[in-house]
């Protein structure tokens, strides 16, 4: 058996679970937010049987996409008299930052 990680953005998390869901696969939803932007987006929590982890990954990809977000640089100190203009900086996000790890046991009590 398997865990996927899946860090998403939170526009795509819903969609991701529900198809999920109609393969049959279980996910979690747990929301996160990203150290580099300190955004909100979405961890879901996958396990899955070995052979179906393509199939799970296949859901993902088809369902998460890659968008812009603009990260605004925090102000430097500025000396008495100097100005500074903060230009929005642009970043690629996603679509899904994955990690597939083995599970040692997995029980339901
Ligand atoms: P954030 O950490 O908020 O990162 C958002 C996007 O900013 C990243 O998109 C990447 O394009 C950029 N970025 C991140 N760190 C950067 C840096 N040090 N310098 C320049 N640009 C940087 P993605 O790579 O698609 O990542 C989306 C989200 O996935 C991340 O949000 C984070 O929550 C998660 N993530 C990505 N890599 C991870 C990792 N190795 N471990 C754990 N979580 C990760």
Redesign the pocket.
């Known amino acids: 058996m398997k865990l996927i990680i899946a ?1 998403v953005q939170g526009e795509d998390a819903q969609r991701t679970v529900a198809a999920l869901s109609d393969k049959g696969i279980s996910s979690t939803r747990v929301s ?8 909100g ?1 979405a961890t879901l929590l996958v396990g899955v049987d070995d052979a179906q982890v393509q199939e799970a990954l296949s859901v993902i990809h088809d369902n998460c996409h ?1 968008r812009s ?1 603009y990260l605004t640089p925090v102000p430097p100190m500025a000396e008495p008299g100097e100005f500074f203009m903060a230009f929005p900086v642009e ?7 994955v ?1 597939v790890v083995s599970v040692d046991s997995f029980e339901k009590i």
């Open positions: 860090v996160s937010s990203g150290g580099f932007l300190q955004q987006n890659e977000r970043v690629q996000v996603g679509g899904a930052t990690f």
